[in-house]
């Protein structure tokens, strides 16, 4: 019964070096996939300046969700859901080929969502979005809802 208090201390200290090692790493990996992102040269607009409507669109496109981020493959017309904090990673993972017009992403607006939830949910995934991609300077070129 005596050993049972130091047996509790003993799991929770490795659970909580766990949990730290497992933040470091991501926090590790954020910072190299920031790094990825910024190492492409800045948003030229004039590669994309007559590139404005979405079927032109070369560069990332973003679409915001209500519980994701949708990265659209428009090569294959697929949608990829990312959950907010992971586009960091996501977009460091794209090759350099797709980013032709520089360091700029096009995101298109969500229509007007029907539930007060869902209203509270898209600007919440916006402005961790927007906050995102600001953090690795990239240009957000806003796309209206279709």
């Not at 350099?96 to 939830?117: D, K, N, Q, T």
Request: proline share 8%; glycine share 4%.
């Amino acid at each position: 019964m005596r050993q049972l208090p130091l047996i509790l201390c003993a799991a929770a200290t490795i659970s909580l070096a766990a949990c730290s090692r497992s933040q470091q790493a991501s926090a590790s990996s954020e910072s190299a996939a920031i790094s990825q992102i910024e190492s492409i040269p800045a948003a030229d607009q004039t590669k994309y300046g007559d590139a404005r409507k979405i079927k032109n669109w070369q560069n990332p496109y973003l679409v915001i969700r209500t519980d994701s981020i949708g990265l659209m493959d428009l090569a294959n017309n697929e949608e990829h859901h990312i959950k907010p904090d992971e586009i960091a990673q996501a977009l460091a993972k794209l090759p350099s080929s797709s980013w032709p017009y520089g360091r700029v992403i096009a995101v298109e607006e969500p229509r007007p969502p029907a539930s007060p939830i869902d209203v509270a949910a898209v600007r919440k995934n916006r402005a961790i979005l927007a906050g995102t991609l600001e953090g690795m300077h990239v240009l957000i070129d806003w796309i209206p809802a279709p």
